[in-house]
Nanobody
Framework: QVRPVESGGGLVQPGGSLRLSCAAS????????VGWYRQAPGAERELVAF???????TYVESVKGRFTISRDNAKNTGYLQMNNLKSEDTAVYYC??????WGQGTQVTVSS
């Protein structure tokens, strides 16, 4: 059983940075893709960034050049480094391991 746990969210001013972490129990992490999603109030959940098991990455256009997804298989942990944050990045951020293992989410609020 894989149980992702997100951390690192919080309140940050526009232009600031946060790093989210997704720690996963279980033995399938290294062979699974890791996705970071976000859901703003009244909006659908959207895929923000994805890293495959072999390290290939993709990003939604709105975060390219600002966000970086990475993984550390030795620690069973995925990361999302978010720089130059904007108010429109405010959302609950979720990680997903593989196709069906979701974390509980962590709130990111960008506000002055």
């Amino acid at each position: 059983q894989v149980r992702p746990v997100e951390s690192g969210g919080g309140l940050v001013q526009p232009g600031g940075s946060l790093r989210l972490s997704c720690a996963a129990s279980g033995s399938i992490f290294s062979s699974s893709g890791v996705g970071w999603y976000r859901q703003a109030p009244g909006a659908e959940r959207e895929l923000v960034a994805f890293i495959s098991s072999d390290g290939r990455t993709t990003y939604v256009e709105s975060v390219k050049g600002r966000f970086t997804i990475s993984r550390d298989n030795a620690k069973n942990t995925g990361y999302l480094q978010m720089n130059n944050l904007k108010s429109e990045d405010t959302a609950v951020y979720y990680c997903r391991i593989g196709v069906g293992f979701w974390g509980q989410g962590t709130q990111v609020t960008v506000s002055s």
